[in-house]
């Protein structure tokens, strides 16, 4: 595979830590190839690498941290997640998600807007705009309101006016129907666009293979944001609704071939430029930042992160805490068997007894306090789990993480999200989405379980009867069952995608930090300090306790 990871980003780019207002401007490096110069396939490995690099390092920190994933290990560290935990979230937290984000959907946009009169560059064109779209909803669904339809046009508008949110969704979601569209008028005259796809063009035996699954993508992610809105009113409903029925007229469309089976991605979709262990930018952005560096160094994130108190008890069935809290019920005695793919089991003694299985910390507990004890007979209390490579499926403390991180890329999105999202769209509009939501629901876990190299033993049979975590009860205890299953699933995968689920759903339950200042999780992020500085004229305003209420600043789908 050719490693073509960096190349591109640095000279189209000019990649720049401090940089402000990067959806703005295409800066050139001197020494480098003029802009101009750069052809889309050239420029598309690079963006879609390093817009992952934000999804796999920021976002996964983010999305760990605000559903519960994730404590301190504070038995050997100071509180390194106060800001988290405390949730004191002000213009400088996490402000590489906008940041970075909006750097390499720039460079989606040049290729967009690439001279294509002779259709050369159609698949670099259908594959820009379905990267574009899916990154942009994660701008919109952790921002609200943002600069699009002025962005992105280097010097010709340094101060781009902030679109309604809804007019992103309308956008992105007409996107994705152009991008199938230029798939779908095809004639051969498109170059094969496989030596530069790092997502589907490796292993696929055409380009037309390579480009159908890209298809099935932009289908899968029209749909997440379809579900996004299933509790929009007004003309946002009924815009919603019409493109439903497309994606059900397009499903069920025999005479040119389609049908439920593959108008949606049925595979992990993930990014691989060539991963290597050369040196630290050159491997994978997550393995590099949590488990190991090119030298075979730990890095500090790794003894830093433990698995929090409450996923512990989640996963080992409530055996840790015997919680009468009402959202641990549902997991009472099931001990799930990617516990251990997740993060590693370890033995210690607590009150004269010894446990070989999770042990968490409770989220902003320092050592000492309840959730975070220590017992003074048995210094192997301190004992915490740490990340497990399951993943990866390899051992990194043997070397062998690296290579099987080569082979298992960059997760864009998991099979088991495809899955949960076409179960509960066949839930909400069955007239439309005319197949078993259990079938697809069971799919998911099935496929979470292959993700993280797990059996699932007894596990079906055994949330079966139980609402909430298998498929029983009510509509809404299936939603939840849905929203339950997605969350662990995305666990050191896609948690920020869990993060955005929950504030849509209220699904799954989560409990605060100790040291929390609000009294829920936020329903979006502070606009950047970069946008205050760069921008100051358009960009909104927003205060604090703006943050963790619904209100005209939260996003347009979890408004009511």
């Given at each position: ?30 020494n ?15 963006a879609?690498?390093?817009?992952y690099?934000?999804?796999g390092?920021?976002m ?19 509180e ?36 294509n ?13 379905v990267?574009?779209?899916f990154?942009m909803?994660?701008i919109?669904?952790l ?28 956008a992105?979601?007409n ?15 498109a ?13 696929a ?54 049908n ?19 040196n ?6 997550f ?35 015997n919680?009468?809290e ?33 042990k ?19 210094p ?12 990866f499926?390899?051992?990194?403390t043997?070397?062998s993480?690296?290579?099987l ?23 909400r509009?069955?007239a ?23 059996a699932p ?19 809404a ?28 759903t209220?699904?799954?339950a ?40 619904k209100?005209?600043?939260?996003p347009?789908?979890?408004q009511n």
């Amino acid at each position: 595979m050719k490693k073509i990871k960096f190349l591109i980003p640095l000279v189209l780019l000019g990649l720049s830590a401090t940089s402000c207002n990067n959806y703005l401007d295409i800066n050139e490096n001197p020494n480098s190839v003029p802009a101009e110069n750069i052809l889309p396939s050239l420029a598309l490995p690079g963006a879609i690498s390093e817009i992952y690099r934000t999804q796999g390092t920021d976002m996964m920190r983010f999305g760990n941290l605000m559903m519960n994933n994730w404590a301190c290990n504070v038995y050997s560290y100071g509180e390194t997640f106060s800001t988290e935990n405390t949730l004191n979230l002000n213009s400088s937290s996490y402000s590489g998600i906008w940041d970075n984000l909006y750097l390499n959907l720039n460079t989606f946009t040049f290729i967009e807007n690439f001279p294509n009169a002779d259709h050369k560059q159609d698949n670099y064109v259908a594959i820009a705009k379905v990267m574009k779209a899916f990154y942009m909803q994660y701008i919109v669904d952790l921002y609200g309101d943002a600069p699009y339809s002025e962005a992105f046009k280097g010097q010709g508008n340094l101060h781009p006016k902030y679109d309604n949110d809804e007019d992103i969704y309308r956008a992105s979601i007409n996107n994705l129907n152009a991008a199938i569209a230029i798939i779908d008028a095809a004639e051969g005259l498109a170059e094969d666009s496989r030596t530069s796809d790092i997502v589907f063009g490796t292993g696929a035996g055409s380009n037309a293979v390579a480009m159908t699954k890209w298809r099935q993508f932009a289908n899968t992610v029209k749909l997440r944001y379809l579900i996004r809105m299933s509790n929009a009113t007004g003309a946002m409903a009924t815009f919603r609704d019409q493109e439903l029925a497309k994606l059900s007229a397009d499903a069920n469309n025999i005479n040119l071939g389609h049908n439920w089976a593959n108008t949606f991605i049925n595979e992990t979709v993930k990014e691989n430029p060539g991963y290597s262990a050369a040196n630290n930018d050159s491997m994978h952005p997550f393995v590099q930042s949590y488990f190991v560096t090119a030298a075979g160094q730990r890095p500090s994130n790794f003894g830093i992160v433990t698995v929090s108190e409450h996923l512990a008890n989640t996963l080992e069935g409530n055996l840790i805490l015997n919680s009468t809290e009402t959202y641990y019920t549902k997991f009472n005695n099931i001990r799930d068997p990617r516990r251990t793919r997740q993060f590693t089991n370890v033995t210690y003694t607590f009150n004269n007894q010894t446990f070989t299985r999770l042990k968490g910390v409770r989220q902003g507990a320092t050592a000492g306090q309840s959730g975070a004890p220590q017992d003074p007979n048995s210094p192997s209390s301190r004992n915490v789990s740490q990340l497990a490579n399951g993943n990866f499926i390899g051992n990194a403390t043997s070397g062998s993480l690296i290579p099987l991180a080569n082979g298992r890329g960059g997760v864009i999105m998991t099979a088991s999200e495809s899955d949960f999202l076409q179960a509960e769209a066949a839930l909400r509009w069955p007239a439309l989405f005319n197949y078993s939501a259990q079938t697809k629901f069971n799919q998911g876990i099935t496929d979470s379980f292959t993700y993280f190299g797990a059996a699932p033993g007894t596990y079906m049979a055994d949330i079966a009867t139980r609402a909430g975590l298998g498929w029983t009860g009510s509509d809404a205890q299936k939603i939840e069952a849905i929203m339950t299953q997605k969350w662990i699933s995305t666990v050191n995968a896609t948690p920020t995608e869990a993060f955005i689920e929950y504030n849509r759903t209220g699904y799954p339950a989560i409990p605060l930090a100790v040291t929390a200042n609000q009294a829920r999780k936020p329903y979006r992020l502070m606009y950047p300090t970069s946008e205050f500085s760069a921008n100051p004229s358009n960009v909104p305003n927003i205060s604090t306790g703006q943050l963790f209420t619904k209100n005209s600043s939260t996003p347009f789908w979890n408004q009511n």
